[in-house]
Every structure is written in structure tokens, then in C-alpha cells.
């Protein structure tokens, strides 16, 4: 069986380092709220142009910086114990620094394990391939290509305590192992 995990809003905070750069407080009780009801910061944050401007602009800076959760070293960990292939799968937009930082910074964070830059995760979809990710979009593109899917949940209500990160790993562990035994 094979877990490709998301990146950006799963393993590192994407969100928060666009955040700063936009000028947006996303500690901000009001702000905060509106990013634990959205499916995507674009919106509250500012408009995608704007926010390609600035990421464009700071480089590879940017990724590199890239804070991980709490949680990501766990999951990762989690995940490798179940006895699958685990890659981390991530897509980087039209930034030209984002694919060559994003190798550095996960060789360095996770070595090891392979990394997938792709914008087009359904192509590697597959009846024993499970997709954990935090975007609806790409999770459904996935299942329809016919492979298994998570829906991790909203990073601001995990970091938050409003949803249980050690719930989330349990779900995706009983997932792997219900299909492990079909196999």
C-alpha cells in the first residue's frame, strides 16, 4: 500500500508563512475564525495574484522557511509503522523557487523519504494508493481517479485544539489497515 501525504496545510504551514508576508495576523481572534471555517486562506489573506507576487518575490526563502506543525513529525512517523510506502506529495503553483526549495527543505526535514512535486496528484492514484490532504479539489480529483482518500482536518482547528490530531492519525491507521486486509 502506498500514503502519499500532503505538504502544505499536513506536514508544513503554508499558510501562516503567506499569511505574514500578506500582512495578515492569522492569530487574530476574527481572522482566525475565518480561517478555521474556510477551505482555503485565498480570500482572506489576499487575492492569489498578490500572493504569487510576494511568495515570487521572497524566493526561495520562502520555502525554506516553511514552519512544521507540531504534529508532522508524529504522522510521519505514524505512517512509516504501518508497514507502507509513504511519500510526501506536494504541488508548488507557478513559483519558480518553490519545487528545487521545497527538495532541499524535505531532504532535510525527512531523508529518506521520496518526495512527489506534482499539481496533478490523481496521477498517482490508485485502488491501494491513499491520499491525505487538506484541499476537497485535489481529494476528490484523487478519488475519482480511483484512489483511497483522507480529508485531513483544518489546520487551524487542529493547532487550536477544536479537532484531535491523535483522532485523525487513528482514522487514517484504521483506513490502512481495513485495506491491508482485503489485500
Request: aromatic content about 8%; charged content about 25%.
Amino acid at each position: 500500500m502506498r500514503i502519499l501525504l500532503d505538504a502544505d496545510g499536513v506536514l508544513v504551514d503554508w499558510s501562516k508563512a503567506a499569511s505574514r508576508l500578506m500582512g495578515v495576523d492569522d492569530s487574530d481572534p476574527v481572522i482566525r475564525a475565518k480561517l478555521k471555517s474556510a477551505k482555503d486562506v485565498v480570500g482572506i489573506i489576499g487575492a492569489w495574484e498578490d500572493i504569487y507576487k510576494v511568495i515570487d518575490k521572497a524566493g526561495e526563502s520562502f520555502w525554506m522557511g516553511l514552519e512544521k506543525f507540531p504534529w508532522a513529525d508524529s504522522l510521519v512517523g505514524a505512517l512509516q509503522g504501518l508497514d507502507c510506502q509513504v511519500a510526501i506529495t506536494t504541488s508548488v503553483g507557478k513559483w519558480a523557487a518553490g519545487a528545487s526549495a521545497k527538495h532541499k527543505y524535505f531532504a532535510k526535514a525527512y531523508p529518506g523519504l521520496p518526495l512527489i512535486i506534482t499539481k496533478a496528484k490523481e496521477f498517482c492514484a490508485g485502488p491501494t494508493s491513499l491520499l491525505i490532504d487538506d484541499l476537497s479539489d485535489n481529494l476528490k480529483k484523487f478519488e475519482a481517479a480511483g484512489g483511497l482518500i483522507y480529508h485531513w482536518p483544518n489546520q487551524y482547528k487542529l493547532l487550536d485544539q477544536d479537532e484531535s490530531v491523535v483522532k485523525a492519525i487513528d482514522d487514517i491507521e484504521k483506513i490502512v489497515r481495513t485495506v491491508k486486509k482485503m489485500l
